[in-house]
């Protein structure tokens, strides 16, 4: 683990430090660690099915990681039956043998004191976190009966599921069987949602995760936001640092000097919630002096001629004002791009919910892309492609007359995956019908959604609040039944049948048992599919059989995956000249310039620039991000991540802290707009933030009082964040809409 860490963080930079101390006490973690084991009582309860913990010497287990979504292909080491470390696996197209910090210090999930160790059930008032341990059968038999009522009473419907990660596989499935389609996760509406609606409206496809982005083979690469080296998602990671020793040029747009920022041969300090002013004035200047790719958009474009008669304003010297960025600059950036085309890539982002015009930013952004001709095309967009493992043949789902819940009369014509958020809006009003039960799995809606009250009133009009979780995280605080699940590394989950640069399948399993009473996601809903009379559902008489299954009938040896972690195919074409065929699912077939879905649904075919709100006096706009080692809400209780960062600090311009009396060191609280106070924190003062606002990273803040390493380290942007605008076209919350001044110490 020590020499992967320092690998990748010698490659890349990260702006953590791992001097020598904390490298030292990274390793002693990963020693104390294994006395945590042995204190934390007898292994192997739980349906880990394996006897790993009695093999003396080291064993090496490939599965992937699940410390975010990237899903990279890892090597876990099992010495003594006690977990080592976990590295990357070489076969792994993804990874290419390498984690990022936060896979690395995985192992912490396993030996973390704080765990969810076995079912609870609520004692008193939902809120309190005051808890009696159950039994798995008396809590499963105590949620169907509610389901089995709630069904009677309200419809199927009623239920709602809430699931991030491929985790969630078997509970989507379970949901379906019992009758309802409500299942959503924060990664549409609260991030990459608009993105995919903006490009999707555009090319007629998604960019998907992993993102096509042909980083690696890009010539200038532009980054609006995106902070690559902080965002840490491990192939655009590899493939940046490459890039950019390679010699790309490197453009990027940020109110903060992000990581990559300080690379950049172009960083441009925008005005927080301009881009769309910047990226209107590109194209003109683009289109202005004939610099765009003609052939590329002569031959795929649609409705370019009146595309670029709406951008005809959108000067530099129009722009200037609005993002403060001097019209020379404007140019020379725009100039760059075009040295380079095609092989200039604008990345699409991936939190795009930003300021409620996030769909059009996003459709600015792919249009610029398009102007570049690089959709298809080395150094742009490549097409992902993926191995062909059949689903599994299950019975059909029960028919449902009523629509999604979300979405009532189509509101947000352009959403194609559901609104959390919409959810949450109809068990407050119970329209168009009410949702009377909640399942959340894997994901903090506390942390994740904006405006924790209005969450907290939805929970308030719910009849049962089941929680899935790891640890005691603020959202299972609300729960009425709380199921403590095995970690990653402790179980088998569904196939990852990635589409990628090259078709791979990856698979995840039991590396060690289970310390107490967790169980995998797949046998909870089995065995509550059981209880709810629809055992057909899950025909197969465990998850191994389910997966044997899938692989034999893709041709494909099981026994083979088990023991290598991934299975690779042939590679395949992946760009136009490769021989892809160059067709857009679009109306029109072509790239659209001047979208006719747009008018037709009441939008602005050709994106327009609004200019966001000022913060009032004394007001900053409070932003925020990801740091390299850590992930969302999820990874404050792991030790050893935490032996690397265990709060965040407010990034306050220098100046601004001089006029307040502040330094770095000090400790603030943030006040939002309406009156909110944060924890107490840390002061950075900097000159590589604006004035007008200020920068956090996301997921600290705690206040469950049960993760008692998390507890209070750190402010949560979560809880300021009262206010977000919803974007018109497909629902998404836009955060970057909040405010906060400074509460000294007395
Ligand atoms: N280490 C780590 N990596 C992760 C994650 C994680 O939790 N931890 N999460 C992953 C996920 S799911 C996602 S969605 C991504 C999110 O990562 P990204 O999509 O890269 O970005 P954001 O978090 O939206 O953006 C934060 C950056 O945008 C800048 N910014 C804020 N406002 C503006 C603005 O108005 N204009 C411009 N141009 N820039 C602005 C901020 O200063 C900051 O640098 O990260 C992924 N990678
Ligand atoms: N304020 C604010 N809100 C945001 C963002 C932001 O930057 N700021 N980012 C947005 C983005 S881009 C995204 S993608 C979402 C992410 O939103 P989420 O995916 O909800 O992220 P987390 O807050 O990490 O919550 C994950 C929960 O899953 C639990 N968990 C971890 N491992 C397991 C497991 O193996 N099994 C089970 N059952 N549970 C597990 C964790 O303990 C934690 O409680 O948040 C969005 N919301
Ligand atoms: S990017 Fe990092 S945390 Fe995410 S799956 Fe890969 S190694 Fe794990
Ligand atoms: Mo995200």
């Known amino acids: 683990m ?252 940020d109110p903060r000097v992000s990581v990559a920022a300080g690379k950049a041969k172009y960083y441009l300090p925008i005005k927080p919630g301009t881009d769309m002013a910047l990226l209107l004035a590109w194209m003109n200047l683009l289109v202005s002096e004939k610099l765009y790719n003609q052939a590329y958009v002569d031959r795929y474009g649609f409705g370019f001629e009146q595309f670029a008669a709406e951008i005809q304003p959108y000067t530099p010297e129009w722009a200037y004002p609005e993002t403060g960025i001097e019209p020379e600059l404007i140019r020379a950036t725009a100039r760059e791009m075009a040295r380079y085309l095609p092989a200039t890539l604008i990345h699409p982002g991936r939190h795009a919910t930003w300021y409620g015009d996030d769909t059009q930013r996003s459709r600015a952004i792919a249009l610029l892309n398009a102007l570049m001709g690089n959709w298809g095309v080395k150094g742009g967009f490549y097409y992902p492609v993926s191995m062909e493992v059949p689903a599994y043949p299950y019975p059909a789902y029960p028919h449902s007359d009523r629509p999604k819940v979300d979405n009532p009369d189509n509101r947000y014509p352009f959403a194609h995956e559901v609104n959390t958020n919409g959810i949450r809006k109809a068990t407050i009003s119970g329209v168009p019908y009410p949702v009377k039960g909640w399942f959340v799995n894997a994901t903090n809606l506390i942390h994740a959604l904006p405006d924790e009250q209005e969450t907290i009133r939805a929970i308030q009009n719910l009849d049962l609040l089941v929680v899935i979780d790891v640890i005691p995280a603020e959202i299972a605080g609300w729960a009425d039944v709380v199921l403590p699940e095995s970690v990653y590394l402790e179980r088998f989950d569904d196939l990852n049948v990635e589409w990628f640069r090259e078709p791979f399948v990856a698979l995840r399993q039991p590396v060690v048992a289970a310390p107490h009473d967790q169980k995998p996601n797949w046998w909870i809903a089995k065995k509550l599919a059981e209880k709810l009379g629809l055992g057909h559902y899950f025909p197969w008489k465990d998850v191994e059989e389910y997966l044997a299954y899938r692989l034999n009938t893709a041709g494909l040896d099981y026994g083979r995956l088990k023991r290598e972690g991934i299975i690779r195919g042939e590679k395949q074409p992946v760009y136009f000249a490769e021989g892809v065929p160059d067709v857009f699912p679009t109306p029109s077939g072509k790239i659209e310039f001047y979208s006719l879905q747009l008018a037709q649904a009441g939008f602005d075919p050709v994106p327009k620039y609004t200019q966001p709100a000022p913060p009032p006096d004394g007001y900053f706009r409070l932003l925020f991000g990801r740091a390299p080692v850590h992930s969302f809400s999820r990874t404050q209780s792991n030790r050893v991540l935490m032996d690397m960062l265990d709060e965040n600090e407010v990034w306050i311009n220098q100046d601004i802290a001089t006029r307040w009396g502040l330094k770095s060191g000090d400790y603030i609280r943030l006040k939002n707009q309406d009156g909110v106070i944060s924890n107490r924190i840390k002061v950075k003062a900097t000159e590589r933030i604006r004035t007008d606002c200020v920068y956090i990273i996301h997921g600290f803040g705690h206040n469950a009082r049960q993760l008692t390493y998390a507890y209070q380290k750190g402010a949560s942007d979560a809880q300021l964040i009262t206010r977000y605008k919803t974007d018109p076209i497909m629902g998404g919350t836009a955060m970057n809409v909040n405010f906060v001044t400074f509460e000294l110490e007395a």
């Open 2 to 253: 020590f020499d992967s860490l320092r690998h990748t963080a010698a490659h890349d930079g990260y702006g953590v430090k791992m001097d020598s101390i904390s490298r030292r006490k990274f390793l002693k973690i990963g020693g104390t660690s294994l006395a945590l084991t042995a204190a934390a009582g007898p292994l192997g309860k739980a349906a880990a099915g394996s006897s790993r913990e009695n093999v003396r010497g080291v064993q090496k287990i490939p599965t992937f990681c699940d410390l975010c979504f990237w899903k990279c292909g890892a090597i876990a080491y099992v010495e003594d039956g006690k977990l080592w470390k976990v590295e990357g696996n070489p076969l792994d197209p993804l990874s290419q043998g390498r984690l990022c910090p936060r896979g690395s210090g995985g192992v912490g999930a396993h030996f973390d004191p704080d765990r969810l160790k076995y079912p609870l059930m609520r004692k008193s008032l939902r809120g309190k976190e005051e808890w009696v341990q159950v039994t798995w059968d008396e809590a499963l038999t105590f949620i169907a009966d509610k389901m089995n009522k709630i069904k009677a009473e309200h419809g199927p419907e009623a239920m709602a599921l809430f699931s991030h990660g491929i985790g969630g596989n078997f509970l989507k499935h379970l949901f379906k069987a019992y009758g309802s389609a409500n299942i959503g996760a924060p990664s549409f509406a609260q991030c990459r949602g608009p993105r995919d609606v903006g490009f999707r409206l555009t090319f007629g496809e998604d960019v998907a995760s992993p993102e096509r982005t042909d980083i690696r083979n890009a010539r200038c690469l532009v980054l609006i936001g995106s902070h690559l080296g902080e965002n840490m998602h491990n192939t655009q990671v590899q493939e940046f640092s490459e890039a950019v020793a390679n010699g790309a040029s490197l453009i990027v747009v």
